[in-house]
Every structure is written in structure tokens, then in C-alpha cells.
């Protein structure tokens, strides 16, 4: 008897996620293209008005040394932070390998305290499992 409402309510959260990540997914594909073709017109207004001063070759030539330039400075700041993120990895991977040879150590040494500590966490965990929401 149970089951079934339970289904129910899991089936209902399931195609309303689906439905509003459907519909979040639609209004960003045309907040996206929205978005390229205001990019495209003012990188136009841009060309039109720098063709004034400088020439329509000069104008583009500026405007490609500027998105050269930009492109540059973002594929140096995500080197940076693929670099971060390595060097925080290694650390963590670092720390893991130490907490497991102090804890192979520990057994090693002293197998009855091990024992007890284990049987604490376990009591712990059982005991302090009962969640009254």
C-alpha cells in the first residue's frame, strides 16, 4: 500500500525535474543565442565606427589583435587554474597516503587499541544513527 504512493511521489519529483530542466535548458540555448548575436553586432558597431578613424583594414586589424590578446590572457588563466587545481590534488592525495600509513602504523603497534577504536566508531555510528526529524 505504501509502495505504491511512494512511487508516486518519487515518479511526480522525477518528471518535474526532468520538465524544469527541459525548459531551463531551452531559455539558455536562446539566452546563448541572444547573447552571441548582441556580441556580433556590437563587435560590428565597433568596426564600423574604428573604420572612421583608422581605415577599414585597420579597424579589423585592431579588432583582431584585441580578441587575440583576450584569448590569450584566458588560455594563460586557465593554465593557472588547472595548475592550482594539480598542485590541491597532489596535496590531498599527499594527505590521504600519510593518514593511511599512520593508520597502518597504529595496527601495526597496537592492534587491541585499533580494535577498540574501531568498536567505538561502530557504537557510535549505530547509536547516533536515530534521527528524529
Known amino acids: 500500500m505504501l509502495l505504491p504512493i511512494l512511487s508516486l ?23 546563448a543565442i541572444f547573447l552571441l548575436t548582441a556580441y556580433v553586432l556590437v563587435v560590428t558597431a565597433g568596426t564600423i565606427w574604428l573604420a572612421g578613424i583608422y581605415g577599414a583594414v585597420g579597424a579589423a586589424l585592431f579588432l583582431a589583435a584585441c580578441a587575440l590578446l583576450i584569448g590569450i ?25 600519510s593518514l593511511a600509513a599512520v593508520g597502518i602504523g597504529l ?18 555510528n549505530l547509536m547516533g544513527s536515530k534521527r528524529r526529524d
Request: positive net charge.
Open 9 to 31: 511521489l518519487i515518479g511526480n519529483s522525477f518528471q518535474r525535474t526532468v520538465a524544469r530542466t527541459k525548459r531551463n535548458g531551452i531559455f539558455i540555448v536562446l539566452a
Open 107 to 124: 595496527v601495526r603497534s597496537q592492534p587491541l587499541l585499533t580494535a577498540g577504536v574501531l568498536a567505538a566508531l561502530v557504537a557510535t
Open 73 to 97: 590572457v584566458v588560455l594563460i588563466i586557465m593554465t593557472m587554474m588547472n595548475a592550482r587545481e594539480a598542485r590541491r590534488a597532489q596535496e590531498r592525495r599527499l594527505a590521504i597516503e
